[in-house]
């Protein structure tokens, strides 16, 4: 009978010392596997930096003419489904994992091999052009975004731009940024690849135009635009100036919510029939920008949240219902109703003035997904059926307030040279900040007037 090896890894710029182990751990037997790791189960193990693409990397194995086989590795655990399904008498891996794959000596033959000395892919990836940013705003977010970045390699804050001169220079002082700019134009003149618009919302689409003209890569605070046809505009200048434009809604970046995505196209819930999400936030003070700005209110505030999972699930909105509270003008509590194709239902609860339980539900013709608060912040799903006795919980745990998941797809699309993001396509942008704009457009939408767009 033959023996069978399999091993793991990234991959990551392919390089000598991949090589050498690849030629080692065929030597064990007569066919080997190799385990490629995803892009989501990278990042949901911390490994944020990935210079390629899942594709790319899987190429660069299956070149290999004594490979027998390329698989992926989705997910923690996975190692013992692999020995079990493809029979496995071998596990190999270097010897920088000593002791780690123990509790695979249950199932197969673990072998540890000295590592090549001297190379490695963080070493190459460091080798790699940095991105240097500009940050637009010195708010709450962008404080955020400067701490987080530091746990991206490749992305570089080097300036940043604000009206007032006092709050430029707390925020140098405070993060690692070299230049402070209170003239746009200089802003964008200066010596930066790429801008995160942090400023009020009433500004971004506007700024985010101005910095694609001038030729910068733009990473966008939600919502990206307020009205009409803008986001449309802005995605047609970016793919005309051959540059990025990415909305910064950090949940579609999150491991876990990929993950949920993923479990969801397998069918594990059945046919998809409704989604139903909560984002309220309490804001006591009326004074404050969510209260008292021109775009402030609960839909411009929190709904880009709950309709990206409704529309990553269900697709566009076909039809629209605003069912609103006011005071003053501003909405502090919306339920959005939206009717997506073949009937399906989704349901938005957003609030600055009213509270609710921040949870998520997606029904399903064989069961449903739980998403307990804070939803957003997704780290844990569960996975229910009929029988109360069955259950699958899926955990993705994360530091920080889970920025880095973002500036990470950020930088790796500049990095690799790609222009729409696969976890916030095109579509999904546009098709997020219709809804939004439908409101900003049609103060009559409140009176519950249903609306086709
Ligand atoms: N490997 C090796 N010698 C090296 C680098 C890697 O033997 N110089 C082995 C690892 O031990 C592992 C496999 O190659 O068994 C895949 O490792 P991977 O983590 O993809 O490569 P690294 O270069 O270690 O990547 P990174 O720097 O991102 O950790």
């Known amino acids: 009978m033959k023996k069978r090896v399999i091993t793991y890894g990234t991959f990551d710029?392919?390089?000598?010392?991949?090589?050498?182990?690849?030629?080692?751990a065929k030597a064990f037997g007569d066919y080997l596997i190799?385990?490629?790791?995803?892009?989501?189960?990278?990042?949901?193990?911390?490994?944020?930096?990935?210079?390629?693409?899942?594709?790319?990397?899987i190429n660069s194995i299956k070149k290999l003419s004594f490979v027998d086989e390329v698989i992926v590795e989705h997910h923690k655990g996975q190692k013992i489904e692999d020995i079990k399904k493809y029979?496995?008498?071998?596990?190999?891996?270097?010897?920088?994992?000593v002791g780690k794959f123990d509790y695979l000596k249950k199932y197969c033959e673990v072998i540890y091999l000295p590592r090549t000395e001297g190379i490695s892919s963080s070493t190459l990836r460091k080798g790699l052009k940095t991105t240097r940013i500009g940050i637009i705003g010195t708010g709450r977010i962008?404080?955020?975004?400067?701490?987080?970045?530091?746990?991206?390699n490749g992305m570089?804050?080097?300036?940043?731009?604000?009206?007032?001169i006092d709050n430029i220079k707390a925020f140098l002082e405070k993060h690692n940024v070299l230049y402070g700019f209170n003239n746009l134009n200089d802003f964008l003149d200066s010596d930066i690849e790429a801008v995160y618009v942090a400023s009020p919302h009433e500004h971004h689409f506007e700024q985010s135009k101005q910095a694609l003209n001038?030729?910068?890569?733009?990473?966008?605070?939600?919502?990206?635009?307020?009205?009409?046809?803008?986001?449309k505009e802005i995605l047609s200048l970016a793919k005309s100036k051959n540059l990025i434009y990415l909305e910064a809604i950090k949940t579609a970046y999150f491991p876990a919510f990929r993950k949920l995505l993923n479990e969801l196209e397998s069918g594990i819930i059945g046919d998809i029939i409704d989604v139903k999400a909560t984002f309220t936030k309490l804001i006591e003070d009326e004074n404050l920008r969510e209260w008292n700005s021109p775009y402030g209110g609960a839909v411009n505030e929190m709904a880009s949240y709950p309709l990206?999972?409704?529309?990553?699930?269900?697709?566009?909105?076909?039809?629209?219902?605003?069912?609103?509270?006011?005071?003053?003008?501003v909405d502090y509590s919306n339920?959005?109703?939206?009717?997506?194709?073949?009937?399906?239902?989704?349901f938005s609860t957003v609030g600055i003035g009213a509270k609710s339980e921040g949870c998520a539900v997606i029904s399903g013709t064989k069961g449903y997904v739980y998403i307990p608060a804070p939803w957003w912040l997704t780290k844990r799903f569960y996975v229910r059926f009929e029988d109360p006795n069955k259950e699958y919980d899926f955990s993705y745990d994360f530091e920080g307030d889970g920025l880095r998941y973002e500036i990470a797809e950020f930088a790796s699309l500049i990095q690799r040279g790609q222009k729409e993001s696969k976890m916030l396509s095109y579509d999904d942008m546009i098709n997020i900040n219709e809804v939004i704009s439908l409101y900003n457009n049609n103060p009559d939408v409140g009176k519950n007037d249903q609306t086709i767009i």
């Open 308 to 329: 990206l999972l409704a529309i990553k699930v269900l697709g566009k909105a076909q039809s629209i219902n605003f069912y609103d509270q006011k005071k003053n003008g």
């Open 335 to 346: 339920n959005i109703l939206c009717l997506h194709d073949e009937n399906k239902v989704s």
């Open 34 to 57: 190799v385990g490629v790791t995803s892009e989501e189960y990278d990042r949901s193990r911390g490994k944020l930096n990935v210079a390629q693409d899942l594709q790319t990397r």
């Open 214 to 231: 001038a030729g910068k890569h733009v990473l966008c605070e939600k919502p990206g635009t307020l009205k009409d046809y803008e986001m």
């Open 87 to 97: 029979n496995i008498n071998t596990f190999v891996i270097g010897d920088d994992w």
């Open 13 to 24: 710029m392919f390089h000598v010392g991949h090589l050498n182990i690849l030629k080692r």
């Open 156 to 164: 570089e804050i080097n300036s940043v731009f604000s009206r007032n």
């Open 142 to 152: 962008a404080n955020r975004f400067a701490q987080e970045c530091t746990y991206v």
